[in-house]
């Protein structure tokens, strides 16, 4: 009973050319948000062929990732230059995109087509599955006819969201395919589980968005309030709840401002170095400087340790409320499995500093002999896959609570659904 | 059988649609239920199938209580609107086989639904047509095609031949007729006076949610129904 009301489903999407109509469209989407994202990525991938330093300058920085091409996140932010001198790091400039509108408009990759667009369509398949039907009569048919109201709302939930499913996976599989041909983006094979990972979780929280659309279809008697529903509840899922949840976020984990942060370290190379002209000038020998320059470097490791506390924190309890929201969850968990996350970024920082900390001898070595020394390459750690998922199980346990919650709405409100 | 033991119905609104209805229609029986717009004609169908629950008493298919056992009562029972609505895309063949199949009458090919469309007077060139194209006599039609495939012992009809043309109502009510002579129980909801007079086996007359008449074929043949409908309808006016 369950097979033969999702069939009709099916068929239904395919009478009315919704299934072909959203396969077009979502080929359309697909394909361009990949040429433009490649494009970007490849005018990063040559900025960082010019910045990327030789062996003799003590400089950190990390080649885009092929990854950004289906979710940017803050690979931007990512490809800046970290400068190892004695006084501290010089972070460099974000690397221009090729694209400066990215700045004012969303970036079009694949996340933003799964997360905002495609959750959109979600709801547009889902609001009217039950209201729809009541409002149409067909409704009262079916429940006469012997069928349960939990296979109602099974088979019309299985076959709705096939119907819209389907179209989606066949483009993005085309596409997939088509990646290297047309595009010439190569992957490597963690590459390709990473994709294959952040594609199934895209599945999952799209599926989620269609049990919220199909939960409100059993809320309401009218279609065209449904749709009202549905459509603001669309807006608070994407749009709210994450934005909001950052803003509150700041209000709740106090991070201190930047300026405070670089007059400190200000502070400490200016009363370190006083220290270091003084104890010359009573005429103390040896490596007065080098010393107060590793002391500098330490207490500035101190305040560097605390700003990355504070951020963490910050990072930590918008993730927290952020994932009250399936957008929110997906959007975390998904940048991580792609590595452009707050997580990763964080870590490449972790990086620099463990790098600095290493060619710092160095660099006072090349300054003192004044001459030119080889530094040893920078590597930039990632997280396994296995790591990221092990990581990020509190992200996709947020998405699979919110879809199970609106899936016992759905059955709750069917039970009681006046059919008259 | 159909059974309405005590049958009432109160809405949250506080309106009583349907006030301590007791009533048996008994297998091979068409009983027409009259009466104006909201008198609880439609509630006590709805009772029958579910759609909504009894404030009190129990309303019972082939002895099963249909609040306890809605899906083994509903097994029993089959049901045509007023409007029948139903899958515009789909052909009537199409919609035939989708109901039949809720219905748990998995065993039937495209012949068996010809065959049925054929005995409810649906011409040969609809029955692989889209529904949308359909006019309501049409409709009707499939609809009644939707129950005799579902071969329930019990047909609940709601008003089904309202807005039909009075050649579509007589082949309507004349199928009903051969559905009476298969043993079939059939309890209809109506304002048309004369065909319930011509057709039903009892004709009920309910007013404000309470049955306040029943009359046999045999009485009605020395009454004039309409003149006691209308007496009614006055009385309780005057009341």
């Known amino acids: 009973m369950i097979w033969t009301i999702a069939r009709r489903e099916i068929s239904e999407a395919l009478f009315t050319g919704r299934a072909l109509l959203l396969f077009v469209i979502a080929l359309a989407l697909l394909g361009t948000g990949l040429y433009v994202m490649d494009r970007d990525y490849d005018a990063r991938r040559a900025n960082y062929d010019v910045i990327r330093p030789d062996p003799t300058q003590p400089i950190a920085v990390a080649p885009p990732s092929p990854l950004s091409v289906f979710a940017r996140g803050l690979d931007d932010a990512m490809g800046r230059s970290f400068e190892v001198s004695v006084i501290g790091i010089d972070i460099g400039g974000s690397q221009a995109s090729a694209n400066p509108l990215f700045g004012l408009f969303p970036t079009p990759d694949w996340l933003y087509l799964f997360r905002v667009v495609f959750a959109l369509v979600a709801f547009l398949f889902g609001f009217d599955l ?8 067909t409704l009262k048919l079916m429940v006469s006819s012997g069928a349960s109201r939990g296979a109602i709302a099974v088979g019309k939930w299985l076959g709705g969201w096939l119907a819209f499913l389907t179209p989606i996976a066949l483009a993005t599989a085309l596409w997939l395919v088509l990646a290297r041909p047309v595009f010439g983006i190569a992957l490597r094979g963690d590459d390709w589980a990473r994709i294959l990972a952040f594609l199934a979780l895209a599945a999952v929280y799209l599926s989620v968005c269609y049990a919220i659309a199909v939960a409100i279809s059993a809320l309401f008697h009218r279609s065209g309030t449904a749709l009202v529903a549905a459509l603001f509840t669309w807006v608070v899922v994407v749009f709210v709840i994450p934005s909001f949840g950052v803003l509150a976020a700041r209000q709740i984990a106090h991070v201190r401002p930047l300026a405070l942060v670089t007059a400190e370290r200000s502070r400490i190379f200016g009363s370190e170095m006083m220290r270091a002209y003084e104890e010359r000038r009573a005429g103390r020998t040896g490596p007065v400087f080098q010393e107060h320059w590793a002391e500098m470097h330490r207490r500035g490791e101190q305040v560097s340790d605390r700003v990355a506390g504070e951020l963490g924190a910050l990072a930590r ?42 060619i710092l001898p160095l660099v006072f070595e090349s300054r003192n002999a004044g001459a030119e020394v080889e530094y040893p390459a920078f590597t930039e750690s990632r997280a396994t896959l296995g790591r990221v998922l092990a990581d990020g199980r509190a992200d996709l346990a947020a998405i699979v609570v919110i879809g199970a919650l609106a899936t016992l709405v759905l059955f709750v409100a069917l039970n009681r659904y006046d059919i008259r | 059988m159909l059974e309405a033991i005590d049958l009432t119905k109160r809405y949250e609104d506080g309106l009583l649609a349907l006030d301590h209805l007791n009533l048996t229609v008994e297998p091979g029986e068409i009983f027409c239920l009259l009466g104006a717009n909201g008198a609880g004609k439609t509630t006590t169908i709805n009772l029958f199938f579910d759609f909504i629950v009894p404030t009190d008493g129990s309303a019972r298919i082939d002895g099963i209580e249909v609040a306890r056992e809605p899906l083994a009562a509903k097994r029993n029972a089959a049901y045509v609107s007023e409007n029948v609505m139903l899958y515009g895309n789909f052909t009537a063949r199409q919609n035939l086989d989708f109901f039949a199949q809720l219905s748990g009458r998995r065993e039937l090919g495209r012949e068996d639904y ?79 006076i004369f065909r319930a007079k011509e057709h039903a086996d009892r004709v009920g007359i309910m007013k404000e949610g309470r049955l306040v008449m029943v009359r046999t074929r045999r009485e009605l043949a020395e009454e004039d129904l309409e003149r006691l409908y209308l007496d009614y309808m006055e009385v309780e006016a005057a009341a």
């Open chain 1, 130 to 137: 039950i209201c729809g039907d009541k409002e149409r009569g």
């Open chain 1, 317 to 358: 309890t918008s993730a927290s409320l952020v994932r009250l929201s399936p957008a929110g969850a997906f959007d975390g968990l998904a940048t991580r499995m792609l590595g452009t996350s707050v997580v990763d970024e964080a870590r490449l920082k972790r990086d620099v500093r463990r790098y600095t900390g290493a």
């Open chain 2, 114 to 192: 010809y065959m049925v469309l054929r005995r409810v007077g649906l011409q040969e060139k609809a029955f692989e047509q889209r529904v949308k194209t359909f006019s309501k006599g049409m409709r009707q039609k499939l609809g009644i095609a939707i129950a005799i495939v579902k071969d329930a012992p019990n047909v609940l009809l709601d008003e089904p031949t309202a807005g039909l043309d009075p050649k579509a109502a007589a082949e309507f009510m004349a199928l009903l007729g051969e559905l009476r002579g298969e043993g079939k129980t059939i309890f209809m909801s109506t304002h048309d």
